[in-house]
Each structure stands twice: as C-alpha cells, then as structure tokens.
T-cell receptor, first 114, second 110 residues
Framework: NAGVTQTPKFQVLKTGQSMTLQCAQD?????MSWYRQDPGMGLRLIHY???????DQGEVPNGYNVSRSTTEDFPLRLLSAAPSQTSVYFC?????????????FGPGTRLTVL | TQLLEQSPQFLSIQEGENLTVYCNSS?????LQWYRQEPGEGPVLLVT???GGEVKKLKRLTFQFGDARKDSSLHITAAQPGDTGLYLC??????????WGAGTKLIIKP
C-alpha cells in the first residue's frame, strides 16, 4: 500500500493563479480531508468528504474547492491564489468509523504564493 | 469553538532526561489523539485515549487522559534523539471534526 499520496511536493504560484493539489489513497477509506498547517497554529480543516459525491466545509474553506468523484481521489483547488494561502497542505484519510479512528496523512504540499 | 492548548511550545533537552508535555482544554472531548510529526512529513498517530483517567504506554512514552476528559499529558522517559519531532494533540469534537493543538516542538540533543 502506498497509503496517502500528494502531489506536488512543492509549488510556487503568483497571486491570482489557480492550481489543483492532488491527493489519493489506496486504503479504501470513506473519509478524506484537507488541512493547512501554519507556524504556531494547529492543523486547520479546509474541507472534508465522508464518501464519493459528498463534501462539506471545514473551519477555513474560503478560496478553496473540492470534489470527490471516486473513493480514492480528493483534489483541492485554489481558485485565485492569495499570499494568505501560503502554507503547508496535508491530505488525510480514515475509515468512516469516527474521529477516534486512525487518520493517515500524506507527506504534504508546501505552497508559496508570491 | 473548542480550543486545545499545548505546553510548552518548545523544549530542548539532553538525551537520557525525562520530560512531560501537556494538552489542555476547557471543553470535554470524546477522545484525544497524540501524533508525532517529523520535518517534511505528515503527522503519524501515536495513541488514542478514550476513557477519562486512561493511561496508555508505548515503550518509553506514557499517555494519560484526564479524569474529566479535558486534558492529556505525554511523558517520555529517558529521551532519545529519535524522539525529536513536533508532538500534536487532537481532540474529537464530533464524529467528523478534530480540534488540533499548535504542538510542542521537542529536540533531544545527543
């Protein structure tokens, strides 16, 4: 099993550009989520999905879109990048049993918006 | 919104010393998890505690969940350089949401 994979590892964007961060998991997990991690702050939930075709907003959804067409993939789209979106982005997955289940994280995408 | 405060924010000690880091909230969580994150990688789950007063041991790491399920501690005995990393706690607010602390950055010097 590859677990949770994310691409790209690093990305630099100019203000106003759009891009998609890719996330895939091969564990057949129903629940997937996107977080951002900023210095001195905990992980903040952007969007999450409890299964294919179902997505919902987390704590900081503005400026981001997601879709879940398959169980495996959960891409995160930045519509018009802003410097405030400079961060490290993590995708995670777990079974649908509940928040106490083990959550598996990808290696992260480090995004810089100039 | 529930908040989780972790202390200390930063800790640097010598190999062989003992240490304790804390995770505190004014709210009750149904469960609490501890993760370790190394530079350039995602967090990795160490333990989940569910019952108030629960103590779990993972080799030299001892995790305790407070009786009221509002706080938790992580104690490391005889710290080793391999314990270096960012330790994050996360409390379960609902079936889907986790509330995350900002983390304790731990450095163990050889």
């Amino acid at each position: 099993n590859a677990g949770v994979t994310q691409t790209p590892k690093f990305q630099v964007l100019k203000t106003g550009q759009s891009m998609t961060l890719q996330c895939a998991q091969d564990m057949n997990h129903e629940y997937m989520s996107w977080y951002r991690q900023d210095p001195g702050m905990g992980l903040r939930l952007i969007h999450y999905s409890v299964g294919a075709g179902i997505t919902d907003q987390g704590e900081v959804p503005n400026g981001y879109n997601v879709s879940r067409s398959t169980t495996e993939d959960f891409p995160l789209r930045l519509l018009s990048a802003a410097p405030s979106q400079t961060s490290v982005y993590f995708c995670a997955s777990r079974r649908a049993g509940g928040s106490a289940d083990t959550q598996y994280f990808g290696p992260g995408t480090r995004l810089t918006v100039l | 919104t529930q908040l989780l405060e972790q202390s200390p924010q930063f800790l640097s000690i010598q190999e062989g010393e003992n240490l304790t880091v804390y995770c505190n909230s004014s709210s009750v969580f149904s469960s609490l998890q501890w993760y370790r994150q190394e530079p350039g990688e995602g967090p990795v789950l160490l333990v989940t505690v569910v019952t108030g007063g629960e103590v779990k041991k993972l080799k030299r790491l001892t995790f305790q969940f407070g009786d009221a399920r509002k706080d938790s501690s992580l104690h490391i005995t005889a710290a080793q350089p391999g314990d270096t990393g960012l330790y994050l706690c996360a409390g379960a607010e609902s079936n889907y949401q986790l509330i995350w602390g900002a983390g304790t950055k731990l450095i163990i010097k050889p």
